[in-house]
Protein backbone atom coordinates (compact mmCIF):
# COMPACT_ATOMS: atom_id res chain seq x y z
CA UNK A 1 0.00 0.00 0.00
CA UNK A 2 1.25 3.59 -1.06
CA UNK A 3 2.41 6.37 1.68
CA UNK A 4 1.95 8.97 -0.83
CA UNK A 5 -1.05 11.31 -0.50
CA UNK A 6 -4.25 10.30 -2.83
CA UNK A 7 -5.32 12.71 -5.36
CA UNK A 8 -8.26 12.74 -7.29
CA UNK A 9 -7.52 14.94 -10.40
CA UNK A 10 -11.24 14.85 -13.00
CA UNK A 11 -11.06 16.96 -16.12
CA UNK A 12 -12.37 16.58 -19.65
CA UNK A 13 -9.28 17.17 -21.35
CA UNK A 14 -6.86 14.49 -21.51
CA UNK A 15 -4.09 16.71 -22.35
CA UNK A 16 -4.87 18.23 -18.63
CA UNK A 17 -5.17 15.29 -16.97
CA UNK A 18 -1.61 14.03 -19.09
CA UNK A 19 0.23 16.54 -17.79
CA UNK A 20 -0.84 16.36 -14.58
CA UNK A 21 0.84 13.20 -14.42
CA UNK A 22 3.74 13.90 -15.90
CA UNK A 23 4.31 16.91 -13.07
CA UNK A 24 3.03 15.27 -10.40
CA UNK A 25 2.57 11.52 -10.69
CA UNK A 26 5.69 11.01 -8.87
CA UNK A 27 4.85 12.86 -6.03
CA UNK A 28 1.48 12.00 -5.09
CA UNK A 29 -1.04 8.28 -5.50
CA UNK A 30 -2.46 10.38 -8.63
CA UNK A 31 -6.07 9.24 -10.21
CA UNK A 32 -7.86 10.58 -13.12
CA UNK A 33 -10.96 10.88 -14.15
CA UNK A 34 -12.17 11.95 -17.40
CA UNK A 35 -15.73 13.21 -16.48
CA UNK A 36 -17.77 14.01 -13.30
CA UNK A 37 -19.21 10.64 -13.46
CA UNK A 38 -16.12 8.55 -13.92
CA UNK A 39 -14.82 10.67 -10.40
CA UNK A 40 -17.86 9.69 -8.48
CA UNK A 41 -17.18 6.28 -10.06
CA UNK A 42 -13.62 6.70 -8.62
CA UNK A 43 -14.81 7.83 -5.42
CA UNK A 44 -16.58 4.77 -5.09
CA UNK A 45 -14.30 2.15 -6.18
CA UNK A 46 -10.83 3.59 -5.78
CA UNK A 47 -11.30 5.80 -2.50
CA UNK A 48 -10.70 7.27 0.05
CA UNK A 49 -8.59 10.51 -1.62
CA UNK A 50 -7.32 13.21 0.29
CA UNK A 51 -7.27 15.71 -2.10
CA UNK A 52 -9.92 15.97 -5.26
CA UNK A 53 -9.34 18.64 -7.70
CA UNK A 54 -11.61 18.91 -10.75
CA UNK A 55 -12.07 21.12 -13.50
CA UNK A 56 -15.30 23.60 -12.87
CA UNK A 57 -16.21 23.39 -16.97
CA UNK A 58 -17.01 20.02 -17.75
CA UNK A 59 -20.05 18.90 -20.23
CA UNK A 60 -22.92 16.92 -18.47
CA UNK A 61 -21.77 17.47 -14.86
CA UNK A 62 -19.69 20.75 -13.88
CA UNK A 63 -17.33 20.59 -10.98
CA UNK A 64 -19.29 22.43 -8.62
CA UNK A 65 -21.82 19.27 -8.85
CA UNK A 66 -19.20 16.86 -8.83
CA UNK A 67 -17.70 18.81 -5.85
CA UNK A 68 -21.66 18.44 -4.13
CA UNK A 69 -22.10 15.07 -5.11
CA UNK A 70 -18.61 13.71 -3.90
CA UNK A 71 -19.52 15.51 -0.53
CA UNK A 72 -22.88 14.10 -0.08
CA UNK A 73 -21.29 10.63 -0.40
CA UNK A 74 -17.64 10.93 1.00
CA UNK A 75 -17.67 13.64 3.16
CA UNK A 76 -13.88 13.13 4.60
CA UNK A 77 -12.77 13.74 1.29
Do not use: C, W
Not at 39 to 53: D, I, K, S, T, Y
Amino acid sequence: MSTKIRVLMVDDEPNVLSGYRRSIGRSYDLVTANSGQEGLEALNNEGPFEVVVTDMRMPEMDGLEFLKRAKAKHPNT
